[in-house]
């Protein structure tokens, strides 16, 4: 008896292994071209490349890359596989060395950039062992990481006209509302615009070619209470002396009411970003960013990027007291500060005391909705920037474990007499949650700021970044070692 059940026991684990096997060879043989592992049935045929409605992107998690696949071509060598950036049509950009490549299975991987529209080519390749020929045509797909458009402003329109004519909608609050700008087009803004509880973005329909805002009026800028990001437009900020981006100073969301110190506060906390992306500014008199007075402004994200902004600060009655970025007012704070790849330089008669001002309030007054703040310079270029004054002045999260610094591959030139590296810190010494990096600080003399204490990574750099033009806003370096290591603005490098 217990010798049949043996058989039988052995007989089914023979039969598992025969199916396990014939399971490995089919996997093996759905690239369509691995002819170790199977003998193709398609032979002396022209192969065909897959439909465009069967080649998928997907995109990572994280928004960092997305995969190409497609299904297989019985009987191929091979796919011959282009990516290219086509944003600026005319001269199109191969994405990560992927052109005419030779892939050997059904998906490639590849960098993923926000705002970017894509040509794919994939095409079968024949296989000489079945005497198999390449397919004819390749097949092309765009695919575009722009997100959806809601609404397209006409060439020449006065921007308050235009939303006075078609009002933000009242039942998108929570939505992103995507205004597309033409390319290359030219627009006015003749008075301040509140958008008010809904999140907007503004953008050239182009990475390649920006849009153009020109202010009109003393009171031109962008008031909000919620999320809003400008994209890929040049901004002709001269004829106002308003913030360019501030709070609404009747905000129209709902706040959270903290108790802190013993009273109750409105805390607006605005979750969606406020950003700046591939953007100039010129002739910006007032505050870049500012709380407007409201008590207590409370943004997830400010994120400035990829950006030149031209201060002719003049305002003497608000900015000469306060910051660029500037929410003291209200006693509030950013959670997250990013400035990176961009520029910030003055050539106005006022000198603001801060490049950097928040209120009295931190994260253990908001420990409820925020863990963590940051602040964050990457790869800028500071130039003249509060000269005689303090960089940074944030009394309520300075010296906090909860707080995280970060300076690198910045140029700092005649910024903060009181030293670059100490004021960002706020005076607070050995922080170890700050990093610094290959930082320029130099002052007008020749000298060099001393940021021991602050900035100990032994990576300052103590050489003339020799700007080409830095009065007429032309800051591209010469000093070897910038240039070796590549640090401030990217867009200042000399060319090879």
Known sequence: MKRNRFFTCGRIFVL???????????????????????????TDST?????????????????????????VVYGAGGYAVSVLNVNDTNN????????????????????REEDTNYKISVKTLGNNVYNNK?????????????TATYMSIPDGANLNEFFASNPLPADSIGKTLNYDLVAGGTYTLSDAIDFGANTVTLRSTTKSKNANINFTGVASGFNTSAGLSLKYINFDCNASQAGFIQMSAKPVTTPVVILAWGTNYNFYFINDPISV????????????????KV???????????????HCTS????????????????????????TINNSTFYNTGVVEPKYFIQYGGFGI?????????????????????????????????????????????????????????????????????????????????????????????????????????????????????????????????????
Not at 50 to 70: E, H, R
């Open 47 to 71: 192969l065909v490349s897959p439909s465009a409605d069967n080649i998928k992107v997907t995109p990572s998690t994280d928004g960092s890359t997305f995969t190409i696949s497609w299904p």
């Open 92 to 111: 199109p950009v191969v994405v990560d060395s992927i052109n005419n490549k030779t892939i050997d299975g059904c998906s490639v991987t590849v960098k």
């Open 314 to 337: 003049s305002d003497t009655q608000n900015l000469k007291s306060g910051a660029y970025i500037w929410t003291n007012k209200g006693g509030g704070f950013v959670k997250d500060l």
């Open 277 to 292: 992306i591939g953007c100039k500014v010129d002739g910006l008199n007032s505050f870049f960013f500012w709380d407007n």
């Open 16 to 42: 598992a292994i025969m199916a396990l096997s014939a399971l490995f060879i089919s996997s093996c043989a759905e690239d369509g071209f691995d002819e170790e592992s199977f003998t193709s049935d398609v």
């Open 364 to 496: 253990s007054q908001v420990a409820t909705y925020w863990a963590t703040n940051s602040i964050n310079f990457d790869h800028d270029t500071f130039y003249n920037i509060c000269p005689n004054g303090q960089w940074g002045n944030y009394n309520g999260i300075a010296g906090k474990s909860t707080s995280l610094w970060n300076m690198t591959n910045s140029i700092f030139y005649n910024c903060s007499t009181s030293g670059v590296a100490r004021r960002f810190l706020v005076g607070k010494t050995k922080q170890p949650t700050a990093k610094f990096d290959n930082n320029t600080y130099m002052k007008p003399d020749g000298t060099y700021d001393n940021p021991t204490g602050y900035d100990d990574s032994g990576t300052d750099i103590k050489e003339n970044p020799g700007f080409k033009d830095a009065a007429n806003g032309d800051f591209t370096i010469s000093g070897s070692k910038q240039a070796t290591l590549g640090t401030g603005d990217p867009r200042w490098l000399p060319t090879k």
């Open 134 to 146: 390449d397919a004819k045509t390749t097949t092309e797909k765009s695919y575009s990481t722009f």
């Open 295 to 309: 008590a207590v402004c409370s943004p997830t994200t400010l994120l400035v990027k990829n950006c030149l902004v």
